[in-house]
């Protein structure tokens, strides 16, 4: 079974992605971010046919601490954060997920 690639966020967010063909979406507005990123993020993370989870790096500040500690290291499904300052982790996230450096 191969595996699927969810993304978790707002709207804004998740549209360039369903435009390329993702189909996995947890989508949580800005204004319920505080009430719903929590169980849409344990969702994903939660399923078997998911191996990448996309979220946007500001989002982690929203997340509660011990779901953010399960997001942040977690080896499968991998979790990659995209924006702010956290694009310089994608690197070793992959790495961590699949064993070895691509880059090298």
Known sequence: MSKRIAVVGAPSFTTGFRLAGVDEFREVRDENKENELDDAVEDVLGRDEIGIVVMHQDDLDY??????????????????????????????????????????
Do not use: N
């Open 63 to 104: 997340l509660s601490r011990e779901v953010r500690e399960e997001a942040e290291t977690s080896v499968e499904p991998v979790v990659v954060t995209l924006g702010g300052e956290g694009e310089g982790q994608l690197r070793e996230k992959i790495k961590r997920a699949i064993g070895i450096d691509l880059m090298e």
